[in-house]
């Protein structure tokens, strides 16, 4: 089965902009604990996977993926990051297109 390949830039979102998002969503969960460790089991990242994936498109898409899934979470993360959720769900978007 092939898989859709993904767009890797938009001029909704591009690589920058997935990654300053995607600090945003680190940030949040950082400040949360128990919403870092429903991140982990959702995304099968371990902690010292995910220390070390910091900064890597895969863990910043993973993130995206993440709160554009669980609407309290991403309604909470941009209130308090001052993002706009249309801003945040049109990387989302831009970054999960098939070609």
């Known amino acids: ?6 767009v890797k830039l938009s001029l909704m979102c591009e690589r920058n902009e997935t990654l300053v998002l995607a600090d945003a969503g680190i940030d949040y969960l950082a400040s949360d604990p128990g919403e ?5 089991g959702a995304t099968g ?3 010292q996977g995910f220390r ?3 900064g890597s498109e ?6 995206l ?3 554009a899934s669980n609407e309290p ?3 909470a993360m941009c209130a308090n990051r001052g993002i706009s959720v249309a ?3 049109g990387c989302w978007h831009a970054n999960n297109r098939t070609m």
Do not use: I, N, T
């Open 52 to 54: 070390d994936a910091l």
């Open 45 to 47: 990242y371990d902690v």
């Open 73 to 75: 979470v991403l309604l």
């Open 87 to 89: 801003r945040f769900m």
């Open 65 to 67: 993926d993440y709160f």
């Open 58 to 63: 895969e863990l910043a898409r993973a993130v």
């Open 1 to 6: 089965m092939r898989r859709p390949m993904r």
């Open 36 to 40: 870092l460790s429903l991140f982990l």
